[in-house]
């Protein structure tokens, strides 16, 4: 998968409300683990990131980003990001820092 390649729908936005960076999205889609709830036809990656900070005045030790995309031709069209705030979450088998 081409990160060369992404393109940033109209999500732009959406992962501004959800405190999702490029580099999350980035991260998430290199080192991610297949999300298991990815609608059919569309693909997902999933990545937990040890957060330790604020999020809506709250303190999070962790966040998960989970990505939902497309694949056309040599390009990667992102659908929707999504974010959870917390701890513990499941890792896909991986550890994260």
Do not use: C, H
């Amino acid at each position: 998968m081409s990160l060369a390649n992404l393109i940033y729908t109209s999500i732009n936005a959406r992962m501004a409300q959800r405190g999702i960076t490029r580099e999350d999205i980035q991260r998430t889609l290199v080192d991610g683990w297949d999300a298991t709830d990815a609608r059919e036809g569309m693909f997902g990656k999933s990545l937990v990131f040890s957060f330790r900070a604020e999020w809506e005045g709250r303190f999070y030790e962790e966040k998960e980003v989970t990505v939902y995309y497309k694949l056309k031709e040599s390009r990667v069209i992102l659908l929707t990001a999504k974010a959870r705030y917390g701890k513990g979450f499941p890792r896909g088998g991986q550890d994260e820092d």
